[in-house]
C-alpha cells in the first residue's frame, strides 16, 4: 500500500519532468518561484541546477510568502513554464490562471481542486505521502528532476528536508529513497559521529551551545552552562573539538550521550562540497540563516557552487545568525512564555530577535524551556501586520492538535493568510486583531483536542 502511494507520487513527477523537458527542448525559460527558507532555496537549487546541466535558463524570486497579488503579477508574465517551489498548493484557483503551463512542487497540505488544468501538481499529501515527515520540498522537486538523470542532487534534496526538521534519527519513505539514490551515486555520505555545531571553527563550550539539533539538554543555546558542562566532566573548553585528544572525545562522547543519546548519529555529507559546506546539516544551517537574512542571491550562489566570497559572506551571515538564537533562547529562558487554556505564545518587535523567533519557539518547545503540552505561537511583529509561527509537538498532533488548520481557520476570520503542517504552521494578520486572534485559536485548539 505505501508503495502504491510512493508509485503514484513519483508517477505525478514524471509527468512534471516530461513538461519540464518539453518546454527546456523548446528553449523556454522556466520561471521558478520558490520559497526563503531551507528548504524552498535547496529546491530552487535542484531546479536552477538541472536547468543548468541541460543548457537551459531561468527566471527565479525568492518570496518569503506567496501572496495574491504576486500571483496576479505572474498572470500577467509571458514565461511559457511557471515552476513553484515549496508553495502554490494552497493556491490552485488563482495559479490555475496563469497563461502557460505550471508546475507546483510543493509538500504543504493542498485545498480541495479539481486538477483538470493547466497545473502538474506534485505534492505528496495528494497520494497519502505525509509531506512533514516523508519528503520535503527540495525531495518533491528532485523527484520532478529525476527522469533527467539528476541524482547527483540528492544531498541538495537531503538539505531541505533537514530544514524542514524530516530527520527524526533516520530519513524514512520518499527521504529514504533519495538518500539511497544519492549514496549509491557518491554524492551522500554517512558515517557515525557527535553531532555538534562547528566542531573545526569555534571553541567547545560554543559547540556545545551552538548545538541546536539535536539540541542537548541545559546546553543547548546555553554558553555559560555548556562550559560548566566541560568543566565538570574535566574535558578543555577552550580548544576545537577537532583539537580533542582521543581521550577527552570519548569522555565527551559519553557524557553527551548520557544527556541525548540521538547526540551520536549518523552524520551526512557531500563528499564534493569544499569542506565548510560538507555537512549536509550545516549547509542546510547555512541556506537557512541566508534565507531569514534576505541574503536569496547568495543563498542560491552557493546552490550552483559560488565559493570564495560568496562563501565567506554566507559563513559570516550564519556566525551572526547562531549569536541572535543563542540571545533569543537566553530570552525565552528568563522570561518564559505567555499562557492561556490551550496554547502559550511569545511575542516581540525587536529586530534581531523578530528573524530567530520562529525557531528559538520550536527549540525552547524541545528543550522544554517552556511547557510542551501547550501549542505554541510566536508573533513577530512588522510594521501593522504581525507573523505568527505555530509549533507543537508529535504527542499533541496525536491528541488532535493541527495546527495548519487551526491558522488557516483563525487568520481567514480577519482577512489573514495562513496554514502549513499539522506540526508546524503560519499565518500573517494584522497587529490589532491579535488579541481577538489569540482567543479564537484558544478555541480551535481547545475543539480539536476534544474531538
Ligand atoms: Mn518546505
Known amino acids: 500500500m505505501t508503495r502504491n502511494k510512493q508509485h503514484s507520487l513519483l508517477n505525478r513527477a514524471d509527468e512534471a519532468c516530461q513538461v519540464l523537458n518539453e518546454n527546456l527542448e523548446k528553449e523556454n525559460v522556466v520561471r521558478i518561484i520558490s520559497h526563503h527558507d531551507a528548504d524552498g532555496l535547496s529546491a530552487a537549487g535542484i531546479i536552477a541546477n538541472a536547468i543548468s546541466e541541460e543548457n537551459g535558463q531561468y527566471h527565479i524570486t525568492i518570496v518569503p510568502r506567496l501572496q495574491e497579488n504576486f500571483i496576479q503579477k505572474l498572470i500577467k508574465e509571458k514565461y511559457k513554464l511557471f515552476f513553484f517551489c515549496d508553495m502554490g498548493s494552497a493556491y490552485l484557483d488563482s495559479i490555475s490562471k496563469i497563461k502557460g503551463d505550471v508546475i507546483i512542487s510543493d509538500h504543504h497540505q493542498p485545498m480541495k481542486y479539481d486538477t483538470d488544468s493547466n497545473i502538474t501538481h506534485v505534492n505528496p499529501h495528494l497520494f497519502g505521502v505525509d509531506g512533514s515527515k516523508e519528503v520535503s520540498a527540495s525531495g518533491v522537486t528532485y523527484l520532478t528532476v529525476r527522469g533527467l538523470k539528476k541524482q547527483s542532487l540528492a544531498w541538495m534534496a537531503l538539505a531541505g528536508a533537514f530544514g524542514d526538521m524530516q530527520y527524526n534519527s533516520e530519513f524514512i519513505s520518499i527521504n529514504k529513497l533519495i538518500e539511497d539514490e544519492g549514496v549509491k551515486d557518491g554524492n551522500i555520505e554517512i558515517h557515525q559521529g557527535l553531532k555538534i555545531a562547528s566542531k573545526a571553527e569555534e571553541p567547545l563550550y560554543k559547540s556545545l551551545a551552538y548545538t541546536f539539533n539535536p539540541i542537548i539538554p541545559e546546553l543547548t543555546g546555553n554558553l555559560e552552562a555548556s562550559q560548566a558542562f566541560l568543566e565538570r566532566i574535566g574535558v578543555s573548553y577552550g580548544i576545537k573539538f577537532s583539537d580533542l585528544g582521543e581521550e577527552e572525545r570519548d569522555i565527551l562522547k559519553d557524557a553527551l550521550i548520557e544527556l541525548n543519546p540521538e547526540i551520536f548519529s549518523n552524520i551526512y555529507s557531500s563528499p564534493k562540497q569544499v569542506s565548510s559546506l560538507r555537512n549536509i546539516e550545516e549547509y542546510s544551517r547555512i541556506l537557512d540563516a541566508c534565507g531569514k537574512n534576505k541574503k536569496f542571491g547568495l543563498a542560491l550562489g552557493l546552490c550552483l557552487g559560488e565559493k570564495n566570497e560568496a562563501l565567506d559572506n554566507a559563513l559570516d551571515i550564519q556566525r551572526k545568525y547562531t549569536l541572535n ?94 496554514g502549513g503542517h499539522d506540526i508546524a504552521a503560519g499565518a500573517m494578520i494584522e497587529y490589532k486583531y491579535m488579541d481577538n486572534f489569540l482567543n479564537i485559536m484558544n478555541d480551535i485548539i481547545r475543539h480539536q483536542i476534544n474531538g
Open 325 to 418: 538564537l543563542v540571545e533569543g533562547l537566553e530570552w525565552i529562558r528568563k522570561e518564559g512564555s505567555i499562557t492561556m487554556e490551550n496554547l502559550q505564545y511569545i511575542y516581540t518587535d525587536k529586530k534581531p530577535r523578530k528573524n530567530v523567533l520562529g525557531t528559538i519557539g520550536s527549540i525552547a518547545l524541545s528543550m522544554e524551556t517552556i511547557n510542551p503540552k501547550l501549542p505554541l505561537l510566536s508573533f513577530s511583529r512588522m510594521d501593522n501586520m504581525v507573523k505568527i509561527s505555530g509549533r507543537t509537538t508529535q504527542d499533541m498532533v496525536k491528541c488532535g492538535v493541527n495546527l495548519g488548520q487551526a491558522l488557516d481557520d483563525a487568520s481567514s476570520n480577519f482577512n489573514g493568510t495562513g
